[in-house]
């Protein structure tokens, strides 16, 4: 079934990438003979270029580290608002798309902690993200690097309800790929994107893993009938880096999630979302997971919105690495992360928002909280209480 899986999702992206390429190939079967030069068509124009970007910054307190006497030694399972007792620049990301014509080119660079924890090496600026697309008609073409299709929350924290990422940000999917999609769009309530790429977070292909040379592949299935409703269904497999913390999954032959993301809008104040997710890996014993996020947020007025966010992942076997337990966490047992995570935003200006952001995480193992001294954060403990205090400003 895993194999079928695979190559359906690759048949998938061919046949998408064929029809694409179709009307572009019969547009040229059709043009004439060259003209001569001197009835020559004219120098295309120069290219449009539109630059902005963003400046987010932060300060933690990590309540039980500061309990434990342990002020300043971090956050455990947030991502990227890791530091506790220390104003960090999060991330200052600048972009730029240059489009002419159907063609378009786009830049994203990055530098901060979000470079240092995973994007790429750090320190330093990295290219999150660079890639060109063509859009002929209903599909668009593109290939280079980009940021995962993968999850309901992205690396900017500005471009979520709150301040931290979820453990299904971070340990489930990947952050970015390197490859080609194809996206199809016959209408403005429906888009249909197939990828093929080298891996999760990987420039080249992982070969090196487990002895597996085979591509990445991905589907992603857009719908939104109307302004109250959105659904998106989301999948991904193949050999892909360990991202958890724990070598268990540098052995598997393939690794596969599948995702719903539930949007829905009632009233100009109201929003709420779900992100399910279920996935594993192939060849290493019983490595499963799921995973769900539940999502509200309120207009408290014009400047001022309050956002929940509910968290539960269980992990068989603790392939994922959970709060970098790795493989202290006995096989054969279950791990269960969870949180509660309350922010409160008020908007300054229409670009310039202060957060601040309140955090309850707390572990569950075989279905039992943990015995003082054998949780997985500070001095074992079994919770985390933290805050955040966060500012962002977009231009």
């Given amino acids: 079934m895993k194999k079928f899986i695979k190559n359906l999702m690759g048949l998938t992206a061919s046949l998408v990438m064929a029809g694409a390429l179709s009307p572009v190939l019969a547009q040229t079967a059709a043009t004439p003979a060259a003209t001569p030069a001197a009835t020559a068509a004219p120098t295309p124009a120069p290219p449009t270029v539109v630059m902005d970007g963003m400046v987010d910054a932060y300060y933690s ?3 039980t580290n500061a309990g434990n006497n342990k002020s300043g030694v971090g956050n455990v399972g947030t991502f990227f608002d890791s530091n506790d007792g220390s104003y960090t620049l999060g991330l200052a990301e600048l972009k730029a798309t240059a489009t002419q014509g159907l063609a378009s080119g786009h830049l994203v660079l990055a530098y ?5 924890l995973g994007i790429g090496a750090a320190p330093g600026i990295d290219v999150e993200q660079a890639y060109v697309s063509y859009a002929p008609g209903l599909f668009t073409l593109s290939a280079g690097r980009f940021v995962t299709w993968m999850g309901n929350e992205v690396i900017e924290s500005t471009g979520n309800w709150n301040i931290s990422r979820s453990l299904l940000f971070w340990y489930t999917i990947p952050l970015l790929h390197q490859g080609v999609s194809v996206a199809y769009a016959p ?7 197939g990828y093929a790429t080298n891996g999760w977070n990987n420039a080249v292909n992982v070969g090196s893993i487990a002895s597996v040379s085979s591509q990445t592949f991905g589907l992603s299935l857009a ?34 999630v599948a995702e719903a993301i539930v949007g829905y809008n ?34 408290l007025s014009s400047d001022y919105s309050a956002a929940l966010r509910l968290e539960e992942v269980a992990d068989n076997d603790d392939s994922l ?22 922010t409160i935003t008020h908007n300054l200006t229409a670009a310039f928002t202060v957060s601040l952001e309140g955090r309850y995480d707390y572990a569950v193992y075989n279905g039992t909280v943990p015995a003082k001294g054998a949780g997985p954060f500070t001095n074992g403990s079994a919770d985390q209480l933290s805050t955040t205090l966060d500012t962002a400003i977009v231009f």
Avoid at 112 to 116: A, C, D, H
Avoid at 187 to 193: A, E, G, N, R, V
Avoid at 275 to 290: H, I, Q, S, T
């Fill in 112 to 116: 901060g902690q979000e470079v240092n």
């Fill in 187 to 193: 209408d403005s309530t429906i888009k249909f994107t």
């Fill in 61 to 63: 307190y990590n309540w």
């Fill in 266 to 299: 009632p009233t100009s104040d109201w929003s709420f979302a779900l992100d399910a997710e279920a996935g594993g890996a192939d060849g290493v014993g019983n490595a499963d997971f799921w995973g769900a996020d539940l999502y509200a947020k309120y207009a």
């Fill in 321 to 342: 690495g959970l709060y970098g337990v790795g493989t202290a966490f006995a096989t054969g047992n279950k791990l269960e992360g969870r949180d509660a995570t309350l």
């Fill in 223 to 256: 719908w939104t009938p109307n302004s109250t409703w959105s659904i998106t269904l989301n999948g991904i497999d193949g050999p892909g880096a360990d991202d958890g913390g724990n070598a268990t999954l540098l052995t598997a032959s393939s690794r596969y």
